[in-house]
């Protein structure tokens, strides 16, 4: 129930009980007025009741006295008779007015004061006659008993009236009764009426009490709640009455204002809120002004700032309202206002971003055009206008192509609506470097344009437009078409280098390699001895040779790595026969400086790389190593585990680099000036060494003090290669299935070990024997086909072995080559050795020794000749002295057709096959060759100073025996491989 219902109900309630409370009162009063006017009447009728007793008593005392006085004739008794007589007119009087309302009482009383007049008479004639006559006079008149008869008569008409009046006293005692029952019972029900009346109305009012109490209760909780509102709010709010006077003042707006609110409560509201222009710094006027004078909400004005109390200015913003009841009443004004100082700057700020935004964008040479989802153009700049000619359109987007006029840059078929860059930004699409021509009317010449796009997205990424960049390309067009040129004329120059570069190879290494060649011929005594001078003068042609050849060979390849043609065959290297094959080829150099080659590595230790360039650029750094440190150096190869990587390092005892020059060393034609030495060299092992490692994915770096050694090392990661089996050794092709086991007898455990990688590299089973004591026993054991042996051994010399060797039947015919440093080869064949090789001896060499050796034990020698295929004369002779020198059979042909032919006619033991022929290339006919049957075993080399792609490389590693490039030092090398396959059959014929 509402406090409007319960109050009109209490209202009610008190109204009724008021009612029936008046009701009871005036029902109380006429009761009480009736009681009393019963009594009244009742006291009314004891009054004539007396008053009728009186007459009575007074007519009884009158005749008493008057008897008594009759009879006596004593005054005295008259005493009674007087005084009754005096009172009796007096009392019927009384009586008369008493009854005055009673007609039946008037009556009698009428009919009573001539019988007491009468009987006052009677009275007075007695006493009259007994006074004046004496008492017998009287006698007679009382005995007649007149008087008596009266008497009685007033005392009928008495009793009457005594009646009447007794009646009249009950029945007003019935009234009054009545009465008072009717004003008790009145009075009983009002009270309880009202009572319980008073209860509801109490019932009511408590409840409306309470329900008035929590209004209250939520009322202030509502009061408090706001004032916390408002106080907790962030923005500032002042309140005033009808006056202007402050009534509250929130804390934001005592911060910002500088009152509080004790003293700001009453105070005018111009000087609490006291506002100026921020421009002009004039006062303002104050908004709860406005607001009660236009009696509506009102906003501040623009640009204002309140100065505080102490001296602060804020720039603020909001506005004021007038407080209006629900029932319309306006008590006062609220203002809210907020120090918009932060926000004002940020909005300078990001109305600067703006206007820089449009500046940069009026001011770009690029057009830039923006749209909105619907495809309605929202920034065209300066630039997008100029450079299309026209301006933006309110056309449909399928009218872009005609508007702005767009083609293909074919400048003929229309660009298709659908594919207009902007549009397909708009779609959401991304779009780079589309290439659009415009011609239209007022572009006539037509402008090619280059344009991208990107989708416009609003932060919460829905798509709500497109933007595309787009500038001239016409520019761009002739540089493209100057690149293209410069590309063409790049490719052709680098075409020509290529070409250049490849017949520089050829070219210069032809007359390069006859000059080698025939200056080592001309070296050799076979040929005829030279005289001193003449044998210097051989030697420096020839080391100028070699000079000039490793300078084209270092050139060659710098330039295939830089111009990217330089190409890896990865595979599983073995570090140790790597390791022992760089060793074993450049032994020989280092032991004519007496240098130590150590190496290091575990066995199974395999990188992934091109095994032949991997082993090129161990030795560059060996051959760096042996070239640069003084005689007797300790030089180590080492492969190490470091953090999951192999660290292959090259490490010598020699000057040391210093740190200055390191970071130029592996620029290409630098090299150190190192006082006092005069190395040879090109200046370029480094660069292409450290390029190489480059390639394998590595850096080549450098550890190095001056005059204290250098390491070179570099990274590779390993790789698991499971065990193989040992490679079969090309010998044993020919010789059976079994692996030619070779005993190598040496008491130097580098040497031997030096002897046993050698060997094994090829394939060879061997055997170490560091005790020479049990030499014998260890070959009379194991039957090996061939003995390696040094002659300095301890304690037993290496000739007493040679001597046990050949002496014992069991051993005599295994072959023995000495491998010493003792140069007295005709002791060694007058002992029996076999073969004499005085130390350093190169793996060449000893290979060619122990396959003559192995073969002296084999079949009989080849009769067939060797068939060389040669167009450079020079060269050919060159190869043909050497053959002939080893005692090989040889034949030439000096193009395709001739070896054709002359295979043709007779198969050779083997061709020697150069590439370049005129006609017809060497691979044309090795490919013709292994394509027919009768051919196709046949024994092909193949020497060539051709520059050779990879491809070319696999080819014939897959299809001939061996390969010799006439760039590296081919002539021991085709010797010791001609010495596997063919017999020499004369020696110098
Ligand atoms: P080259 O050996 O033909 O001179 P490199 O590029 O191989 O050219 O070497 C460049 C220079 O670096 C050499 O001339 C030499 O001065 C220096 N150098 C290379 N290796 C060593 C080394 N192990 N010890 C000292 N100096 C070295």
């Known amino acids: 129930m509402n406090w409007q219902m319960g109050n009109r109900l209490v209202l009610g309630g008190f109204a009724i009980a008021t009612a029936i409370l008046i009701f009871v009162g005036w029902q109380s009063y006429r009761s009480t007025g009736l009681l009393v006017e019963a009594v009244h009447w009742r006291d009314h009728t004891y009054e004539v009741l007396n008053s009728l007793d009186e007459t009575v008593g007074h007519l009884s005392d009158a005749e008493t006295g008057q008897r008594g006085y009759l009879l006596t004739g004593d005054e005295t008794y008259l005493e009674p008779y007087r005084s009754a007589i005096k009172t009796i007119d007096p009392t019927v009087t009384r009586l008369k007015n008493l009854t005055a309302d009673n007609p039946n009482q008037q009556k009698r009383i009428q009919a009573l004061a001539p019988l007491i007049e009468k009987k006052l008479a009677e009275m007075q004639s007695t006493v009259d006659l007994r006074r004046n006559k004496g008492v017998a006079a009287t006698t007679g008149i009382v005995l007649e008993g007149s008087g008596k008869h009266v008497m009685d008569q007033i005392r009928t008409l008495i009793a009457g009236m005594t009646n009447e009046e007794n009646y009249l006293l009950r029945t007003r005692a019935q009234q009054a009764d009545a009465s008072a029952t009717k004003s008790a019972r009145a009075v009983l029900a009002g009270a309880l009426l009202s ?6 109305c109490f019932a009511l009012l408590k ?38 006077a402050v009534t509250f003042l929130n804390p934001v707006a005592q911060q910002l ?45 623009d640009h204002t700032v309140l100065l505080s109390k102490d001296g602060r200015q804020f720039d603020i913003e909001d506005g ?8 319309g009443e306006s008590f006062g004004v609220v203002l809210v206002f907020r120090d918009i100082t932060d926000k004002k700057s940020v909005d300078q700020e ?11 964008l009026e001011s770009m040479g690029d057009g830039v055009a923006v749209a909105d989802a619907t ?74 344009i280059c344009v991208s796009g990107r989708p416009l997205r609003d932060p919460n990424g829905t798509l709500s437009g497109g933007v595309v960049v787009f500038h001239d390309m016409t520019q761009q067009k002739v540089s493209e078409e100057a690149l293209l040129f410069a590309k063409e004329q790049a490719e052709r120059t680098s075409k020509f280098k290529d070409q250049f570069l490849s017949t520089m190879s050829h070219e210069l290494r032809t007359p390069l390699n006859a000059v080698l060649g025939f200056s080592d011929l001309l070296a050799d005594p076979r040929y005829g001895a030279l005289n001193d001078r003449q044998q210097r003068y051989v030697g420096h042609i020839h080391s100028g040779g070699e000079h000039l050849l490793k300078l084209i060979n270092d050139i060659l390849d710098l330039s295939k790595i830089e111009a990217g043609r330089m190409e890896l065959t990865q595979e599983d290297v073995n570090i140790t026969g790597a390791f022992a094959e760089v060793i074993s080829s450049l032994y020989p150099l280092a032991a004519k400086k007496s240098h130590v080659l150590l190496q290091e590595a575990d066995a199974e230790w395999h990188v992934r790389a091109d095994s032949m360039r991997f082993k090129q650029v161990l030795v560059n750094l060996v051959g760096n190593a042996i070239k640069f440190s003084p005689d007797r150096g300790r030089i180590e190869l080492a492969a190490r585990k470091v953090g999951g990587q192999i660290r292959i390092e090259v490490r010598d005892e020699g000057p040391g680099i210093p740190p200055e020059e390191q970071n130029r060393l592996f620029e290409a034609f630098y090299r150190l000036s190192q006082p006092g030495t005069a190395v040879e060299g090109t200046g370029l092992g480094l660069a292409i060494t450290s390029k190489l490692v480059e390639m394998h994915g590595s850096k080549l770096e450098i550890e190095s003090e001056s005059g204290s050694g250098s390491c070179f090392y570099f990274l590779l990661p390993p790789v698991e290669v499971p065990v193989r089996p040992r490679p079969q050794p090309v010998a044993s092709k020919s010789r059976g299935d079994r692996t030619p086991r070779i005993m190598v007898i040496e008491d130097n455990v580098a040497t031997g070990q030096l002897i046993h990688s050698q060997l094994a590299s090829s394939g060879y089973e061997t055997i170490r024997c560091d005790k020479p004591e049990q030499a014998l026993d260890m070959a009379v054991a194991l039957q090996p086909d061939a003995i390696t042996l040094d002659l300095l051994m301890k304690p037993v010399h290496g000739l007493e072995v040679l001597l046990q060797l050949k002496n014992d039947p069991r051993t005599l015919k295994i072959p023995v080559i000495v491998v010493t440093i003792v140069d007295q080869p005709g002791i060694g064949g007058a002992l029996g050795a076999d073969e004499y090789l005085v130390k350093p ?33 020079s060269t050919r002779e060159v190869v043909v002295d050497l053959l002939t020198s080893f005692g090989y059979a040889v034949s030439t042909a000096c193009d395709g057709a001739e070896a054709r032919a002359s295979v043709a006619q007779s198969l050779p033991a083997l061709i020697i096959l150069d590439l370049v022929l005129p006609k017809m290339s060497g691979l044309e006919l090795l490919a013709e060759w292994r394509a027919t049957p009768r051919t196709s075993e046949l024994s092909v080399f193949v020497l060539t100073s051709k520059d050779l792609s990879k491809e070319e490389e696999r080819y014939i590693h897959a299809n001939a025996e061996s390969l010799f490039l006439k760039q590296s030092s081919w002539r021991e090398a085709l010797i010791n491989q001609l010495e596997r396959v063919v017999t020499p059959t004369a020696v110098n014929s």
């Not at 990001?350 to 940069?360: G, V």
Request: hydrophobic share 40%; aromatic share 6%.
């Open 195 to 200: 009572t319980s009346l008073m209860v509801l």
């Open 207 to 244: 409840r409306e009490l309470s329900e008035r109490k929590k209004a209250q209760e939520a009322l202030a909780k509502s009061e408090k709640w706001f004032s916390t509102t408002l106080s907790s709010i962030g923005d500032a709010v002042i309140a005033t009455d009808m006056n202007g």
């Open 257 to 301: 204002t500088g009152w509080n609110l004790e003293q700001a409560r009453g105070k005018s509201m111009d000087l609490v809120f006291d506002i100026v222009n921020a421009e002009t710094r004039r006062p303002v006027e104050n908004p709860v002004k406005k607001v009660f004078r236009e009696g509506k909400i009102v906003g501040l004005a």
């Open 320 to 327: 004021a309202a007038p407080i209006i009841t629900e029932t």
């Open 350 to 360: 990001i109305k600067y971003q703006k206007d820089l935004m449009q500046l940069i």
């Open 375 to 448: 495809g309605k153009f929202v920034l065209f700049n300066r630039s997008a206008e100029q450079l299309l000619g026209v301006g933006p359109t309110d056309a449909d987007p399928q009218q872009w192509p005609d508007h702005f006029g767009l083609f293909y840059p074919d400048q003929k078929t229309p660009f298709p609506a659908d594919e207009v860059p902007l549009t397909r930004a708009v779609r959401g699409e991304s779009v780079d470097s589309v290439e659009i021509f415009v011609r239209h009317e007022k572009r006539p010449e037509g402008v090619p």
């Open 841 to 873: 001896v190169d793996k060449q060499t000893l290979l060619a020794a122990v396959e003559r050796c192995l073969r002296s034990r084999g079949g009989p020698a080849q009769a067939r000749p060797i068939l060389v295929v040669e167009d450079d004369q």
